[in-house]
């Protein structure tokens, strides 16, 4: 499933216009981007939730030659399914 296709089965479900819907989903997806840039975390209950966290600088092996590099500091989004999105799988 991509985003055309959520566009439309929220079209659809809300009973409203395929652009409506994709303004709809366009403003969710800024806002928890959003969100996340400023180091919040992101919660939709019954669905799971997102957050960054701060991966250390570490030493590293190129896989071609064997050499050591070293990979810089980064963040990295985690997301943790809720109790019941979990229990459904």
Not at 49 to 66: L, V
Request: charged share 30%.
């Amino acid at each position: 499933m991509n985003k055309k296709d959520i566009t439309h089965k929220m079209s659809k479900d809300a009973g409203v216009t395929f652009y409506q819907a994709e303004k709809a989903l366009h403003s969710l997806l800024l806002g928890v981007m959003n969100s996340l840039k400023s180091g919040e975390r992101v919660t939709f209950s019954g669905f799971g939730s997102f957050e960054t966290i701060h991966r250390k600088a570490r030493t590293g092996r190129n896989p071609k030659t064997g050499e050591s590099i070293r990979i810089p500091p980064k963040r990295r989004i985690k997301f943790t399914p809720s109790r019941m999105f979990s229990d459904q799988l």
